[in-house]
């Protein structure tokens, strides 16, 4: 049998594989159940080296899960994630995460993986490069392109649609916007704000193409003072948002700004949507920000 070799591939092969599954046995496709899924493919398709043990353990705040042999040498894996860990949706993230590992890296990397936030931000590396291809299948796998789009068609895009989407998904909210970002025709782009200052920021495509972006991990960026996302005004329906002018977010636009914030990892999680028109900057050459992609983005939003 001729077995996917790319993160895409194998997360398609594998929602296909569910899918039929699910409507063969009458049941809810979503969300997947990734540790049952790891535990029986593996031991079906790779009855040598199967998943026996997928469970939390108290490890170090910087640690999110890991991939590893088991230690008596037997073939056997397993498949961790850090018990401190309170958001279902971060575990969920971890596992499908560690499960793409498995599938792409194992043989490479027989002594296992751990994976921190810290090493996830090594781009230029090749581990850098495997964590980010974990990333890819976790995202395919647990929120499949085609029922993600069914999802968002002619629907308004606002945070109650995206917490809609991770309930569905059983995935973080910022893992659920990113999702949408990477695959909208949209102007739009997600900025996550800590104590005042933008903490990262992640532009769609189409924003990209038209000069819209912060570097905020190679630059300290405070946030818009007039933003919501700064002012924290409660009396304000933040998931409802609001239409600045230009001149409060970066561009000569409106901008209309969704927040959401997070009393126990003092962030603020702001969507902006910008007209589908740029003003005369469309498709120019720009210098992208270098830092597109990373797995901290997706599963350390804590509970949001």
């Known amino acids: 049998m001729n077995l996917p070799n790319t993160p895409e591939k194998w997360a398609i092969h594998l929602s296909k594989l569910i899918k039929l599954f699910h409507e063969a046995h009458g049941l809810d496709r979503f969300p997947i159940n990734v540790a049952d899924i790891a535990r029986d493919y593996s031991k079906q398709v790779f009855p040598d080296a199967p998943i026996t043990m997928i469970e939390g353990m108290d490890l170090s705040r910087k640690f999110e899960g890991a991939m590893l042999p088991h230690p008596s040498g037997n073939g056997e894996w397993g498949i961790i994630y850090n018990k401190s860990i309170e958001s279902k949706g971060r575990i969920n993230f971890t596992l499908a995460h560690e499960l793409g590992h498995y599938l792409l890296h194992r043989e490479h990397s027989v002594e296992g993986l751990r994976c921190s936030s810290r090493d996830m931000h090594k781009w230029n590396s090749e581990y850098g490069q495997i964590e980010a291809q974990a990333n890819t299948f976790a995202s395919y796998l647990l929120m499949p392109l085609d029922d993600f789009r069914d999802q968002v068609a002619s629907n308004a895009i606002n945070l109650d649609l995206m917490s809609h989407l991770a309930d569905r998904y059983d995935v973080s909210l910022t893992a659920t916007i990113l999702k949408w970002l990477g695959m909208t025709h949209k102007r739009a782009m997600i900025v996550v704000g800590k104590e005042g200052f933008i903490d990262w920021a992640w532009s769609s495509e189409p924003l990209i193409k038209s000069g819209i972006f ?17 002012k924290q005004d409660m009396l304000i329906d933040n998931r409802t948002g609001t239409l600045h002018p230009k001149g409060v977010w970066l561009g000569e636009e409106d901008v209309r700004e969704l927040t959401i914030f997070s009393d126990q990892n003092r962030l603020s999680i702001s969507l902006l949507i910008y007209p589908d028109d740029a003003p005369g900057k469309w498709d120019q050459d720009f210098d992208e920000p270098t830092e597109r992609d990373t797995y901290e983005q997706f599963v350390i939003g804590g509970q949001v």
């Open 214 to 230: 912060y570097r905020a991990r190679q630059e300290v960026t405070p946030l818009p003072v007039l933003s919501l996302a700064a």
